[in-house]
């Protein structure tokens, strides 16, 4: 499914975003989103590009000007610090 990514790539659950992105659910902690939470488009461990996450689980990279998930993010910076 494509989605388009608004400006800054946040964005505040609704209903309609809801139904789109509840089928899978956050793919950074696994929970469903729910109804004005606050979701990034953020790159990740996951196939693809950006997908939408929990604003709380991403960090902003400032050199790719991106969201990216924590996770990956510190698995990023402690791989390629050397
Ligand atoms: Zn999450």
Redesign the pocket.
Known sequence: MTMSTPAGGKMIMDLEKMGQLNAEG?P??G?KFEMGETVVAACGAWEGGPKF??EN?AVWDDKNKQHVEKQCYQADRATGAR
């Open positions: 956050c950074a902690c929970r996450i929990h689980e």
